[in-house]
């Protein structure tokens, strides 16, 4: 992907098959390059768009490895004290 220089807070990255972008920490964060994203396209384009949240985690124990890999099934909003199941 090459990068796309544009009026935009976060760093964008396109290539024909996909868009990524570098949003920072946060889900405001994510929230934010996701709508300014999606009010950049087309209504027909939107609904046909798919999007993929993915973000680094840390943990408190040396249970695993550095570079594992998980697919989550249960999120949990710490602010909201709500689990989610994003299936």
């Known amino acids: 992907a090459k990068p796309v220089r ?13 868009t990524i972008f570098i949003t920072g920490i ?5 929230a934010l390059a996701v709508a300014e994203y999606a009010l950049s396209l087309q209504k027909e384009e ?3 768009t798919k999007i993929w949240n993915l973000g680094i985690a840390g943990s408190t124990t040396n ?3 550095l570079g594992d890999f998980f697919w ?4 949990t909003d710490h602010s909201l004290k709500k689990d989610f199941y994003p299936e």
């Open 6 to 18: 544009e009026n935009s807070r976060f760093r964008r990255f396109e290539s024909p098959d996909a």
């Open 26 to 30: 946060g889900k405001m964060s994510m």
């Open 46 to 48: 939107r609904i046909r």
């Open 63 to 65: 249970k695993h490895n």
């Open 72 to 75: 989550i099934h249960k999120l």
